[in-house]
């Protein structure tokens, strides 16, 4: 794993220099006055104020209590100022965002890391082994990707890199000032687990029992997984060994979402989510998205839009209409619905999903949420990666964001979290 380079000053500074005698708690102080890239460049002062920068990294880092993430908005392909992604990036598949880190899937098929505060990135190995995909190319003729086996044949033509490859990836903590750091992702048509620790030269399947995976959340050293029925599995995750499975939870879906989706099956599609709340209790949210809207924010059958005087229906794209959220009891090993959040707020879609005191500026007991339904975003030139907004439990309504006005969004927006610093 490549990771970026920093320039360092191994050699002790000479006898009549003072830097490196100055204490570690002053520099802690001259560090808390420093952005984050002034610290990483007090690191090549010399091995004292190496290891003072590292540690002083490391702990701002980690004791951050979890923050608002930020709505990140991707340049559009007709705009030509690059902002926030590097433009290498541009035609590469966001796959995720954990920890204040974007990550990516680029063209080669092959993670990467991208800090957009600090503008730096970390490589990890090639993903597509795990599928029997040697090679990935874009056929400008076709509009889509072809996968190769290893005798360079074409095994399959995809148009999505998400959605058929990764549909989610995190890591386990912030990488900056560490080494026990590692990556998880939901990948492949079976949506199974795999790893990678920092380090590692190729990726390693998880032996999970309850595939297809829905989501994943690294938390304290913890995996937890989210499986098939709403089951719950859960593997000690240092970054550093191979992870240990030590819970694992069948339980069955919620009765209520079930009875839900069993009556509006045909109109609605779900997602499902699994969040770590403030407390440390384990949250499934289950997000009922209309397939076809009107304007009431009713969902409907497609020849429910047609009329005598209009056979051409007008665009009624896909819309999130309702959330149900549940907590896991561990004694009785089943979800039991809560009713309200408090002071919290969620955020949802293609992040590494999380739960924040609600701070100003948003709105608490609610549920703030990107689009993320990959299998129908490029389905039409008209919409795609405009389903955002925030659902308040108190009114059970969804609201999209105001600002936005395109129905056309790509890539779909994602959230991030923000500097420590």
Excluded at 116 to 124: D, E, K, N, T
Excluded at 165 to 171: G, Y
């Amino acid at each position: 794993m490549d990771c970026v380079k920093r320039r360092r000053c191994d050699s002790t500074p000479a006898p009549s220099s003072k830097w490196a005698d100055i204490p570690s708690e002053i520099l802690d102080s001259i560090f808390e006055h420093l952005s984050l890239r002034d610290v990483i460049a007090a690191e090549s002062v010399c091995t004292r104020w190496f290891s003072s920068a590292k540690s002083f990294i490391t702990f701002k880092s980690q004791s951050q209590s979890p923050q608002c993430p930020l709505l990140l908005l991707f340049p559009q392909e007709d705009e030509n100022g690059l902002e926030n992604v590097p433009e290498e990036f541009i035609e590469s598949a966001c796959i995720g965002s954990s920890h204040g880190w974007l990550i990516f899937l680029d063209k080669r098929g092959a993670p990467l890391l991208f800090n957009p505060h600090l503008r730096i990135h970390i490589q990890f190995p090639y993903i597509g082994s795990l599928l029997g995909v040697l090679n990935i190319g874009k056929s400008r003729e076709y509009g889509c990707y072809i996968t190769y086996d290893c005798q360079e044949n074409p095994i399959g033509y995809v148009k999505n890199l998400r959605e058929n490859l990764i549909h989610k990836a995190i890591i386990s903590s912030d990488p900056l000032g560490i080494k026990n750091f590692g990556a998880v992702v939901i990948y492949g048509y079976g949506n199974k687990l795999a790893y990678c620790k920092n380090g590692d030269d190729s990726w390693t399947d998880l032996d999970g029992k309850h595939k297809p995976y829905e989501d994943i959340i690294c938390s304290k050293n913890r995996l937890c997984a989210l499986g098939s029925n709403a089951s719950v599995e859960v593997w000690d995750f240092d970054g550093w060994n191979k992870p240990v499975k030590r819970v694992e939870i069948e339980i069955n879906f919620p009765e209520k979402s079930r009875k839900f989706w069993s009556k509006f099956g045909d109109l609605y599609t779900a997602r499902l989510y699994l969040v770590e709340s403030i407390m440390g209790d384990i949250m499934l949210v289950v997000r009922f998205v209309g397939e076809l809207v009107n304007g009431d924010d009713q969902p409907v059958h497609e020849h429910d839009l047609l009329t005598e005087e209009d056979t051409h229906p007008l665009v009624s794209p896909y819309k999130t209409l309702a959330f149900h959220v549940y907590k896991l009891d561990l004694n009785e090993k089943c979800w039991v619905e809560v009713h309200s959040l408090g002071d919290q707020s969620l955020f949802l879609g293609g992040n590494h999903s999380i739960s924040v005191l609600a701070d100003k500026g948003y709105i608490k007991n609610s549920i703030y949420f990107t689009d993320d339904y990959w299998y129908r975003m490029d389905e039409d030139y008209l919409y795609g990666g405009h389903d955002m907004g925030v659902f308040s439990l108190d009114n059970g309504r969804a609201e999209l964001f105001s600002y936005c006005h395109q129905l056309k969004i790509q890539p779909s927006p994602c959230w991030v979290n923000p500097s420590p610093w």
